[in-house]
């Protein structure tokens, strides 16, 4: 169903290659940011449109790059569009672009809730990719999950699935359909990490430890576990019975989250944001 990019793929797919960000917000920084740190693309290939005038200037000076607040302008002889702007902008943004794109251009959205047949309507243009990444993506540790139009060549893919890379694990889905899946598993699921982070340490506190206390144990545990999960290869289950001794403390608190119904309500949590998904699809669709 899936093809995964595990790490920054080579540079040479984005080799002579301009990309124009439209919209820069902290994802787009975040973007720029690291495909510079990492040295896969130079300054010279990296354009933008950014339309509040301190934000443009701040960017600028900190980045060493030009912007322009003229999203027709920032988009001229580059290769790769980037779609890095809020969803109440969109209907905006492609009435300034429609009709403006080269047939050559890709245009990649991080935009939740636009699908590629808006964008391509909206755009006048058919060379889309739709791409749902998450929050910790911002500091090269995220997933993000996309889906590229038909018209798009496998060389555009590739220098699409690069740039994707560089946020941390860049995943292919084979519809669109599963874009809505993947949001509601890892677009939402920094949310769903951070709310048991917050449970956890209140419980720390509650037992008596100093809240940063409390929090360092929690965030340690969290990430040491999953690192602990991904090298060892086992089923989830398998790992929790090793860590459980029957009639042990371990073993007590996972009967209180089974009564408390803890795998119901993260599954219910799951469908809801799924079908939320698929509500502002449908309301993305019929351009509200």
Known sequence: MVSTDHSTQASNALNGKTLAFVGCGVMAEAIISILLERGIVTRSQIRGSEPIDTRRNELEASLCIDLTHDNA????????????????????????????LQPHQVVVSIIPGATIERMTTG??????????????????????????????????REAVATILGTMGTAVQLDSESAIDMATAISGSGPAYVFLMLEAMT????????PRPVAQQLVEETMLGAILYARQ???????????????????????????????????????WSAFHRAVELGIVSKNGK
Request: net charge negative; glycine share 10%.
């Open 73 to 100: 302008e920032a988009i001229k002889e580059s290769d790769i569009v980037l779609l890095t702007i809020k969803p109440q902008s969109l209907e905006m943004v492609m009435q300034q672009l429609s009709g403006k």
């Open 123 to 156: 755009l006048q243009h058919d060379r889309i990719v739709r791409s749902m990444p998450n929050t910790p993506s911002q500091i090269g540790s995220g997933v993000t999950a996309w889906i590229p139009s038909s018209s798009v060549d496998e060389e555009s």
């Open 202 to 209: 209140d419980a720390g506190v509650h037992l008596g430890f």
């Open 232 to 270: 060892s290869g086992k089923h989830p289950a398998e790992l929790r019975n090793m860590v459980t001794t029957p009639g042990g403390t371990t073993a007590s608190a996972l009967k209180t989250l089974e009564q408390g119904g803890f795998r119901t309500v993260v599954n219910d949590a799951i």
